[in-house]
Nanobody, 115 residues
């Protein structure tokens, strides 16, 4: 059974940094685009950043210049380096990946940025 397991969330002060990781495990024969979404209370889930298997990246305007997405294909892992965090970045962050031609989600990790 394929799983996406996230780690790295937590509480940080404004201006600080966090690094999220997400690893796909199980029987994997195809791992395509991977990405991070977030959902703040009372808001819709939104794309934060995505990366193709070839390394092409896409970012939400709100995080450009502050967040960096990367991946290690040998480890089936995607990372999100978050710098200069703002209180408005507070949300549950979800990993998303196309694994074995199916769209899959992680369980979510809380990121809280205090002012």
């Amino acid at each position: 059974q394929v799983q996406l397991v996230e780690s790295g969330g937590g509480l940080v002060q404004a201006g600080g940094s966090l690094r999220l990781s997400c690893t796909a495990s199980g029987s994997i024969f195809s791992l395509r685009a991977m990405g991070w979404y977030r959902q703040a209370p009372g808001k819709q889930r939104e794309l934060v950043a995505s990366i193709t298997s070839g390394g092409m990246t896409n970012y939400a305007d709100s995080v450009k210049g502050r967040f960096t997405i990367s991946r290690d294909n040998a480890k089936n892992t995607v990372y999100l380096q978050m710098n200069s965090l703002k209180p408005e970045d507070t949300a549950v962050y979800y990993c998303n990946a196309n694994v074995n031609l199916r769209d899959r989600w992680g369980q979510g990790t809380q990121v809280t940025v205090s002012s």
